[in-house]
Nanobody, 124 residues
Framework: QVQLVETGGGLVQAGGSLRLSCAAS????????MAWFRQAPGKERMFVTA????????SYAASVKDRFTISRDNAKNTVYLQMNSLKPEDTAVYYC?????????????????WGQGTQVTVSS
């Protein structure tokens, strides 16, 4: 079992930045690929970005590429999402996720563990 707790959400103006953190506890964190998903009101949960267990491979949704950066610190059991140049359409609840491989964790069905989510609101 892995427990995931997201922090760092909040309200920011368009063009601003936020950094989300996801702290993991339980089973060996470094053995899991990690991802961030987001869900806007009335919409489906969507993949945002993922990172392999080593941090050597990353994947991004087209809508966030070149603005968002995922990273991880296995010594701290934490994965981060640096979000720059935020847009109102980035407003959503952001969820941390863990899975067996980066291929698995890029889809909802492949996720083994979810965090509770953190709200990000971008004002225009």
């Amino acid at each position: 079992q892995v427990q995931l707790v997201e922090t760092g959400g909040g309200l920011v103006q368009a063009g601003g930045s936020l950094r989300l953190s996801c702290a993991a506890s339980g089973r060996t964190f470094s053995g899991y690929s990690m991802a961030w998903f987001r869900q806007a009101p009335g919409k489906e949960r969507m993949f945002v970005t993922a990172i392999s267990w080593s941090g050597g491979t990353t994947s991004y949704a087209a809508s966030v590429k070149d603005r968002f950066t995922i990273s991880r610190d296995n010594a701290k059991n934490t994965v981060y999402l640096q979000m720059n140049s935020l847009k109102p359409e980035d407003t959503a609840v952001y969820y941390c996720a863990a899975g067996s491989s980066i291929a698995d964790v890029t889809s909802i069905r492949g996720v083994s563990y979810w965090g509770q989510g953190t709200q990000v609101t971008v004002s225009s």
